[in-house]
């Protein structure tokens, strides 16, 4: 048994201070990934603090087309807003294919893009992990690894991220806002998660009692033709074998605009530049969509048992381009 205190912050100064004031410390939003951890024993707080009396729960339509969700607004409140369903519909489709309906009424958007990796070793205390125990090793290197990353793996640690919403929203160019003990931040989407390198343990660039306050998503008319493609072992509460967040547009059949990122295959929510740099001025078509495809992913890096991921990325790019600029393939 250890000890474990929990406070309740009435307002976002107090919940900062609270965390800062200790080091093994951490904020408490749905906690849905939070106590499962804690219960595990793979995370230790002593003090847990409680923000869910905190008024970031807005999911507001910016005039201009961008989009603001405050990080305590629940997964399911944000897939059902008629702003996302009808202009950022790969948001609203990446939510609902996450987890299960219970969760996302509990579950946050902030703890979403904080929920940590569901490699099977880092959440067995018994085995070397990195990303738990920095210099212990990484047992899914030589191990089991079919769910792993094939892309932005290192020597350090190649497990993949989990959020499904995150991939949507690297695919959207949107801005995580933050306020600390330092001052506020407003960090792109693309420097908030970092890529394992030497520091595995640090999945994001948020600094201790640094806590999310919203989630900026741009305006992207590009996005009202989006969707979210999700592959994976069974078809519903399950986490990503490869994902696909895509928007497209084509004028005179060349494609003049296009978003795509790609989930379960990175270790972080992976945004697929070289396909669309690709992508855009060709002739909207499968040999475009396969060739770009293959562009993105000639830098995986498999390992035995996830080099099918490589094809499955491939084919998953493909259908969701096609599905989008070719509505009877849907
Ligand atoms: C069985 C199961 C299946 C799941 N399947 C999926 C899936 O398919 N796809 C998917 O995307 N997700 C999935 N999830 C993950 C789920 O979406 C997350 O557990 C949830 O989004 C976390 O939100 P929360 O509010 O409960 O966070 P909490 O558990 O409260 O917190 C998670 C982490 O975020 C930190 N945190 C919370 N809020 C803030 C904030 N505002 N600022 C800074 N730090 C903060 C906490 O300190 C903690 O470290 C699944 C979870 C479970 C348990
Ligand atoms: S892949 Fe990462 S999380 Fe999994 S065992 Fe290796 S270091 Fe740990």
């Known amino acids: 048994m250890r000890p474990l205190s929990y406070a309740r912050a009435a307002d976002a100064d107090a919940a900062i201070a609270m965390v800062a004031g ?28 409680d923000i869910n009396d905190l008024p970031l729960t807005w999911i507001e339509d910016v005039p201009g087309g961008g989009l603001r969700i405050g990080a305590l607004a ?58 738990r125990e920095p210099g212990s ?3 899914a290197i030589e191990g089991f690894h079919r769910g792993h990353a094939i892309l932005g793996a290192g020597d350090a640690c190649i497990a993949t991220h989990p959020s499904d919403v995150a991939v949507a929203l690297t695919a959207l160019d949107a801005v995580v806002h933050t306020r600390g003990p330092g001052g506020e931040r407003a960090l792109r989407i693309d420097d908030f998660f970092l890529l394992p390198g030497d520091t595995p343990d640090r999945e994001r660039a948020l600094e201790h009692a640094e ?6 998503v741009p305006a992207a008319p590009v996005a009202r033709r989006s969707l979210y ?9 399950e986490f990503a074998l490869v994902s696909v967040a895509a928007a497209v547009t084509v004028d005179d059949g060349a494609v003049t605009g296009v978003r795509l990122a790609l989930g379960g295959v990175g270790t972080k929510p992976w945004r697929a530049r070289r ?17 770009a495809a293959a562009e993105e992913l000639a830098s995986a890096t498999p390992r035995p048992m996830n080099a099918f991921k490589v094809e499955l990325a491939k084919r998953a790019i493909v259908r969701s381009l096609t599905t989008l600029t070719n509505p009877d393939a849907r």
């Not at 493609?229 to 509460?237: A, G, H, N, P």
């Open 22 to 49: 200790r080091p093994d410390s951490a904020f408490l939003a749905g906690g849905t990934t939070e106590v499962d951890l804690v219960r595990q024993d793979v995370l230790r707080p002593g003090l847990l603090v």
């Open 74 to 131: 629940r997964m399911s409140d944000v897939a059902r807003a008629p702003g996302v369903v009808a202009r950022f519909p790969m948001i609203a489709q990446a939510l609902l294919l996450g987890a299960s309906a219970q969760l996302r009424n509990m579950a946050s958007m902030g703890g979403n893009l904080c929920q940590r990796v569901r490699c099977g070793y880092f959440r067995d205390t018994t085995s070397p992990c990195n990303k």
């Open 137 to 139: 090793g990484c047992s």
């Open 211 to 216: 806590l999310i306050t919203e989630i900026e």
């Open 229 to 237: 493609l999700k592959v994976r072992d069974r078809q519903s509460y």
């Open 275 to 291: 396909a669309e740099h690709s992508l855009l001025g060709r002739p909207a078509g499968e040999a475009a969509f396969a060739a």
